[in-house]
């Protein structure tokens, strides 16, 4: 059983910087792992995706501005969050399937794909 816990969510100013943690128990071996958000009245989207080969995919708004990376020996999924703007502010949440030996279907940005999903932490951008 996959447990995934998230942390570091915040609230900072417009332009300022967060990173997500996303620890995960279990054995994490060949799962597709990917970062998303839901923001009030909104449905979820998924932002950034990542195999367990190291194929990476980003949702076009945060492209340039976000980077996922994950620590194989530790467990540890990473959303590192540049440059925010207001309307990054949501829930975000980590999950993670292994129904494809590791590659992520769609890059990994397709929630109904999940299986695995953690609590959330909030991101709130303020302008």
């Known amino acids: 059983q996959v447990q995934l816990v998230e942390s570091g969510g915040g609230s900072v100013q417009a332009g300022g910087s967060l990173r997500l943690s996303c620890a995960a128990s279990g054995d994490m071996r060949r799962y597709c792992m990917g970062w998303f958000r839901q923001a009030p009245g909104k449905e979820r989207e998924g932002v950034a995706g990542?195999?367990?080969?190291?194929?990476?995919s980003y949702a076009d708004s945060v492209k340039g501005r976000f980077t996922i990376s994950k620590d194989n020996a530790k467990n540890i999924l990473y959303l590192q969050m540049n440059s925010l703007k207001p309307e990054d502010t949501a829930m975000y949440y980590c999950?993670?399937?292994?129904?494809?030996?590791?590659?992520?279907?769609?890059?990994?940005?397709?929630?109904?794909?999940?299986?695995?999903w953690g609590q959330g932490t909030q991101v709130t951008v303020s302008s």
């Open positions: 990542i195999d367990w080969y190291g194929s990476i």
């Open positions: 999950a993670a399937e292994n129904s494809r030996g590791g590659y992520c279907y769609g890059g990994g940005r397709f929630a109904a794909d999940f299986v695995y």
